[in-house]
């Protein structure tokens, strides 16, 4: 038989555990399967095998972040700790180093040698 869910929810899960809706009749074994169109949550995964969503919206929700502290001019460094942003710096000289070096050494960087001065530097290789 296809009927309509009781308390006419989706399906949340309560402070001791319970779930209500969809969710809690499939949990409790009232209701064999649900179809809807559900949002995929790591505690409804948990609580009830669902299977690959059939359409992705691509919508989002935004929420205005508290923006009560001061903010600084670096706060754009913040997703990262120092020590990341410090790794990513060495990364990048250390990579720059190497393209200089095998530039520099490379026979064929330069097709023609006598009419082309070589020009590349290290500054060349951080771009």
Not at 20 to 35: C, H, K, S, T, W
Not at 102 to 122: D, G, I, T
Request: proline share 5%.
């Amino acid at each position: 038989n296809v009927r309509l869910v009781k308390d006419a929810s989706y399906g949340r899960q309560d402070e001791n555990g319970n779930w209500n809706g969809m969710i809690g009749e499939v949990v409790r074994g009232e209701a064999d399967l649900a179809i809807a169109p559900l949002t995929l949550t790591a505690a409804r995964e948990k609580a009830v095998g669902m299977t690959k969503p059939f359409m992705q919206t691509g919508i989002s929700i935004l929420l205005r972040k508290d923006i009560s502290d001061a903010t600084g001019f670096f706060d754009f460094l913040s997703p990262f700790t120092a020590e990341t942003w410090v790794g990513i710096l060495i990364a990048y000289l250390g990579t720059a180093a190497c393209i200089f070096i095998v530039a520099r050494l490379s026979p064929c960087e330069w097709s023609q040698p006598q009419s082309e001065p070589n020009r590349f530097s290290l500054l060349h290789s951080l771009w």
